[in-house]
């Protein structure tokens, strides 16, 4: 007959293999758990990064891309000072107002507020977007409109009231298109660089804060002398 001791060490020994076999076991379960998560981790990191990427190609290229165009206008926001400016020149005008490279709409929604029915072009079709979500928080969407279009393939006779924020580069060009498009009624408002040979019939500001007008009256009148002396010339050839 076996004492309780004896008992007692018989149940250890039979219970000790069961538990390096559950411990082995055990082992056996955790590793490949382990190297599966590192590779799911992996592979969330890659696709995080990759999306990033992608993301950022997205929204930067809209904003790089017109440097590689023929004339570049970049978004600069005009300052409250230039705003308060070109409003001053359009100041007992109206009907329709036009924006040459609207950026982020904020000249358009200042013109909408003072009664014009404005329009704002831009390449950007990101600030093409932000700037109608502005419009719509002020207030003032029924009033103006956004659209992404490149300015050389736009006819401007439909609009009394013309803004641009240019560039050196690009005002020859747009002051022989606005002369052939515009009538003797309109007004163009230059901002930070005056058209190179139009007298303007208005200036107010100084330095980045300076703003030109122009009245199509005057910059026309030229352009019809000159055709007109033409066919002079001609009939007497």
């Known amino acids: 007959m076996k004492t309780s001791g004896e008992c007692q060490r018989a149940l250890n020994l039979t219970a000790m293999p069961r538990l390096s076999r559950d411990a082995s076991s055990v082992k056996e379960d955790i590793a490949p758990i382990d190297g599966s998560s590192r590779h799911r981790w992996g592979l969330v990191v890659t696709g995080f990064v990759g999306g990033t990427l992608v993301a950022l190609y997205a929204i930067a290229t809209p904003f790089v891309t017109p440097a590689f165009r023929k004339v570049c206008l970049p978004f600069v926001p005009a300052t409250p000072a230039q705003i308060n400016n070109v409003l001053k020149l359009l100041r007992y005008r109206?009907?329709?107002?036009?924006?040459?490279?609207?950026?982020?709409?904020?000249?358009v929604i200042a013109a909408a507020k003072q009664g014009f029915q404005?329009?704002?072009?831009?390449?950007?079709?990101?600030?093409?977007?932000?700037?109608r979500y502005r419009a719509w928080r002020e207030g003032v969407h029924h009033n103006t409109a956004?659209?992404?279009?490149?300015?050389?393939?736009?006819?401007?006779?439909?609009?009394?009231?013309i803004v641009i924020f240019g560039v050196p580069q690009m005002m020859v060009p747009l002051e022989n298109k606005?002369?052939?498009?515009?009538?003797?009624?309109?007004?163009?408002?230059?901002?930070?660089f005056p058209f190179p040979t139009w007298e303007p019939d208005a200036v107010t500001g100084e330095g980045i804060d300076a703003v030109w007008a122009y009245d199509s009256k005057s910059f026309r009148e030229p352009r019809a002398a000159m055709g007109a002396a033409?066919?002079?010339g001609d009939l007497k050839s």
Do not use: H, M
């Open 178 to 192: 606005l002369q052939l498009d515009l009538s003797g009624a309109a007004r163009v408002v230059a901002c930070r």
């Open 230 to 232: 033409k066919g002079c």
């Open 118 to 131: 404005a329009v704002g072009f831009e390449l950007n079709p990101w600030l093409v977007w932000y700037s």
């Open 94 to 107: 109206t009907g329709t107002l036009v924006d040459i490279g609207s950026g982020d709409g904020r000249i």
């Open 146 to 161: 956004f659209y992404r279009t490149d300015l050389w393939k736009v006819n401007f006779s439909q609009y009394s009231n």
